[in-house]
């Protein structure tokens, strides 16, 4: 993570940055490597310590808050705090993002459970187009890929067949009735 700590009216003393590195761990605990950089600015205005912390996350995500304290510890925490529940929103839709794209890869969570008691199931796998192929063509293809069947359209016919693999190594046809 990249970090730059500014000062307006205030010196960065190595006691500053202690402060702020112990406050920015807790971020990385909570984030991980997410995290890009990190913008902190430090200002003195009159009797007020002001923290302004923008964090910039993965996915162009940016976490911004701006707090005042009596001292720099609180100004910090406070802002650290408020970006802390940022970042667990954003965290929280990364996650829920996970669980969506998992559940609609399976086929049977995008479906109702209710169909499944009114008779068989029925999932659409692939659509594809069916090349125009000789038998010949088709036992070939069929050979050399591991399906049990192929759906071709028969050049001969100029119909759609089915070419199936036996158990003993032959090939069976289907073809419908004209």
Known sequence: MRLVLTGRHVDITPGIRRLVD?????????LGD???????????????????VSLHVRGDHMLNCRT?????????????????SQAKKVKGKWAERKRQGA???????????EASTN???????????FKPMSLENATLELA???DVFLLFRNVETDG???????????????????
Not at 39 to 52: C, F, G, M, P
Not at 68 to 84: N, P, Y
Request: hydrophobic fraction near 40%; glycine fraction near 8%.
């Open 22 to 30: 112990g406050k920015l761990a807790r971020l990385e605990r909570l």
């Open 34 to 52: 997410s995290i890009i950089s990190a913008q902190i600015t430090l200002t003195r205005e009159k009797d007020r310590h002001v923290a302004e």
């Open 68 to 84: 005042a304290g009596a001292t720099w510890s609180s100004a910090l925490a406070g802002a650290v705090a408020k970006v802390q």
């Open 103 to 113: 559940a609609a890869r399976t086929p049977s969570a995008s479906r109702p459970a």
């Open 119 to 129: 008779g068989p199931r029925v999932i659409r796998l692939t659509r594809t187009r």
């Open 144 to 146: 050399a890929s591991g």
């Open 160 to 178: 759609l067949s089915v070419l199936l693999r036996g158990q003993a190594g032959e090939f069976h046809l289907v073809e419908p009735d004209r």
